[in-house]
């Protein structure tokens, strides 16, 4: 059960700061269609995920590669540009929970009542990596620090361009992020995601996604494999998300966590170590 724990936690660290897979082409039929540059194709990726919904909540199984070797499932509740919270669940108890906001990020161990608070803005140490920032990186959707993108005309925010040595186009933010660079890679035959990378000062970034397809909030991956390379820490983890079970816009998903009376709180650097104990 503790090691079950220690992914949860893991998972929150790829959201303080695996080449490009197949897809599903025939659930899209983007590979049929014609255009005149890259700049209109990116003006078809964001027409795809022009869906309108509020909140959902989607099975995943969550397998940690590094710094250990473990996996879980649970059970993913995101509201738009708002919250992320994870539930895990063993023998039909939720034994941890993330919850991330535009404010902060809570980590609770339920099994040795711990618990780890941490504002966004000390994490990021002022990157200016929002709520909905982190969204877009686990669901393969293109953004910028500072502007939501839900509209086909929003791709003039972008530059864009091929890579015919690789098959993959790309784009990147006009805007930079003042302390990080954002590219986002897509696949030449069928427009889908395939990569984005975030580059800073303290470390590298790195989504893969595997087997996109359009879902109903949008094209969607349905394996996130996130790299982190930094100089004082290295994670890898893959979040496969079961589309097939998501939920859309149930009130009762809207979920946040509450640290329970009598937990001890530990700084998140040291979550990791009191799951070893």
């Given amino acids: 059960m503790i090691r079950k724990l220690l992914l949860i936690s893991i998972l929150t660290l790829p959201l303080l700061f695996s080449s ?4 599903k082409t025939a659930a899209t039929g983007q590979q049929d269609e014609q255009f005149a540059s890259t700049d209109d194709r990116l003006k078809s ?19 940690l590669k590094q710094p250990k070797s473990m996996s879980a499932s649970g059970r993913a509740y995101i509201q738009r540009d708002s919250s992320i919270y994870i539930s895990v669940r063993f023998l039909g108890m939720e034994v941890a929970v993330a919850d991330i906001n535009n ?18 803005t000390d994490i990021f140490a002022n990157v200016q990596f929002d709520i909905n920032s982190i969204q877009s990186l686990l669901l393969a959707r293109p953004f910028t ?3 939501h993108i ?19 186009w790309a784009a990147t933010p006009k805007k930079q992020n003042p302390l990080a660079d954002y590219t986002f890679s897509f696949n030449d035959d069928d427009n889908m ?3 984005t990378e975030i580059n800073t000062k303290i470390g590298v970034v790195i989504a893969r996604y595997s087997t996109p397809e359009v879902t109903a909030i949008g094209i969607s991956p349905e394996v996130t494999s996130i790299n982190i390379d930094a100089a004082k820490f290295n994670a ?7 589309w097939d079970g998501v939920k859309v816009d149930n009130l009762s998903d809207r979920k946040h966590a509450v640290i329970p009376r009598g937990y001890q709180r530990i700084k998140a650097a040291n979550v990791l170590k009191a799951f070893f104990q």
């Fill in 20 to 23: 490009c897979h197949s897809t």
């Fill in 103 to 120: 404010d902060s990020i809570i980590v609770l161990d339920k099994v040795h009542r711990y618990y780890a608070a941490e504002r966004l």
């Fill in 45 to 63: 990726v964001i027409s795809k995920s022009d869906t309108e919904w509020n909140v959902i909540s989607v099975p995943v199984k969550l397998e």
């Fill in 236 to 242: 890898k983890l893959d979040i496969k998300w079961s």
């Fill in 145 to 147: 620090h500072n502007a």
């Fill in 193 to 195: 995601p395939c990569r």
């Fill in 150 to 168: 839900s509209h086909a005309k929003q791709a003039n925010m972008f530059k864009t361009g091929a890579d015919i040595e690789d098959k993959q």
